[in-house]
């Protein structure tokens, strides 16, 4: 069971003593000793702030980015295909990203647990948690697998696409969520050893199944030598190729000792305990990471009345932007697994240190991009499409997005340090509120009513981003975060 320790009258939990009582059996996990000599031992609660901040970061920014690739790899060569693929794998894109969202959330709480308890200095409990991971993992892919293989056609069908996209659409997104059990597997690998402060190693995780993606894509896609002309269905068969690699790599590191946590099943048993402690963490997050990728989907349908130009360029603008951010997001998560830490280790102003100069690092890069975006926006479109509708739209989509992307680095990190510290209750509030109150209704009002049409989606999205921001920007200032009990 959990126990808690006080710190300023409130408890944070520190200690996970493992034990049989009437309702579950529970048995200790097996530690090793921290890996010093490789480095994977250090203390993260000591020393400069910001040398940790990079030291953690960019392995991280690295990892995402790699994980960037292949997707964008593949909407370059669909692109190739015509505007209906753009759009079909755009579209059913949403719907994956959604449960991807929703896996990263719920393994949130597997990321505050660890965190906290490595910060505690509790290396055994911290495998323990990691040992019941797999089994959300493993409940949670099934039903989505059966999700996918039974619902594929209705889910896009909600969007209001033309019956071409719906088609090519469905085969993409069933491939997908078959597929999300190694897509689950590889992302509960990949948070053990992030939250345990081993950042390195699934760095090179996704080098290796990148590579893999990247090469084999076109071969699939465009039937190349001996494989099969498989278009769009070639592309998600791809990604779930290379996820594989990439969970078997992440278990034979984990299980083999090569990170900071080795994890072990000798004696394993579930512990419905622990695994609803994790859930009540994770789940806020779960729903927030979900709603916000559900709204983008309602956001596709107020956007596809203005046609499969408008749908491509949507697409591919959303594309751009999960490039671009995925430093903001290295660093937001770097920072959250420093809040966790810190706060293991009972220091909370370190840990509220940690999350500001995080956000001004991320502010500073996203101002640099959106020059850049401002002057060449469509040299940035035109890498997926030549199409001159969709460069043109999506460009002007990109310009009205930089007014948004002032404050997009405090949302984006204190989000992350607000969640990494176990209290995900807020941010999924804050999610709700700026999606369904102000993004949806504003995006359909100002694109039916004044004379901005589909512009006037992007312009309500700017609109989300700045009240989210004002949101995150006063609770982290107020410091209740730092008080949760997980």
């Not at 960037?68 to 790899?73: E, K, N, Q, R």
């Not at 080098?207 to 190349?224: E, M, N, Q, T």
């Not at 107020?302 to 951010?325: D, K, Y």
């Not at 512009?455 to 209740?480: D, E, L, N, Q």
Request: glycine letters at 12%.
């Amino acid at each position: 069971m959990l126990a808690p320790n006080s710190v300023g009258g409130r408890g944070l939990v520190c200690v996970w003593r493992m034990q049989r009582d009437d309702s579950e059996m529970m048995t200790r996990p097996v530690g090793i000793p921290t890996r010093r000599g490789m480095g994977l031992g250090r203390d993260w609660t000591k020393g400069s702030i910001t040398r940790n901040l990079l030291s953690l970061s960019w392995p991280m920014i690295v990892s995402y980015s790699l994980n960037m690739i292949g997707p964008t790899i593949d909407m370059i060569w669909v692109g190739r295909l015509g505007a209906a693929d753009i759009a079909a794998v755009g579209v059913a894109g949403i719907a994956v990203m959604l449960v991807q969202a929703a896996l990263m959330g719920l393994f949130m709480g597997l990321r505050a647990m660890v965190a906290r308890f490595i910060g505690a200095g509790d290396e055994g409990s911290a495998n323990g948690v990691a040992q019941q991971a797999l089994v959300v993992g493993a409940v949670s892919s099934i039903i989505l697998a059966i999700i996918g293989i039974f619902f594929a056609e209705g889910i896009l069908a909600l969007v209001g696409l033309a019956p071409e996209v719906i088609d090519l659409g469905a085969a993409y997104l069933r491939i997908q969520f078959i597929g999300m059990v190694a897509m689950s597997f590889r992302m509960m690998t990949d948070g053990t050893m992030q939250a345990s402060g081993d950042t390195m190693t699934p760095m090179k995780i996704a080098f290796a199944f990148r590579v893999l993606h990247v090469a084999l894509s076109p071969f699939l896609i465009f039937g190349w030598w001996i494989f099969p002309r498989l278009g769009v269905s070639g592309a998600a068969l791809t990604n779930v190729i290379s996820q594989s690699l990439g969970t078997g790599l992440g278990f034979w590191i984990l299980m083999t000792g090569r990170s900071r946590l080795r994890l072990s099943f000798r004696r394993f048993r579930v512990a419905p305990g622990i695994i609803w402690r994790m859930i009540r963490v994770g789940l806020p997050a779960s729903v927030m990471s979900m709603q916000m990728n559900l709204g983008q989907f309602v956001l596709m349908s107020v956007v596809a009345p203005f046609g499969t130009l408008a749908v491509a360029a949507h697409s591919l603008n959303q594309r751009v932007e999960m490039f671009i951010f995925m430093p903001a997001w290295g660093l937001g998560i770097a920072a959250g697994v420093l809040v966790g830490q810190n706060l293991g280790a009972r220091q909370p102003a370190r840990a509220e240190k940690s999350g500001w100069l995080a956000a001004g690092m991320v502010e500073g890069f996203i101002l640099v991009c959106s020059a850049a975006i401002l002057i060449w926006a469509e040299a940035f479109i035109h890498i997926f499409s030549s199409d001159p509708g969709v460069v043109s739209i999506g460009a002007t989509f990109l310009r009205i997005a930089t007014a948004g992307y002032i404050v997009m680095g405090l949302t984006a990190v204190l989000q992350q340090c607000i969640s990494g510290s176990g209290d995900t209750l807020l941010p999924m509030l804050v999610s709700i509120a700026t999606m369904w109150l102000v993004q949806l209704p504003l995006a359909y009002f100002l694109s039916r009513f004044t004379n901005l049409g589909v512009y006037g989606v992007r312009w309500a999205i700017v609109a989300g981003t700045f009240v989210g921001a004002v949101a995150y920007i006063t609770y982290f200032r107020s410091g209740r975060w730092k008080r949760k009990v997980v």
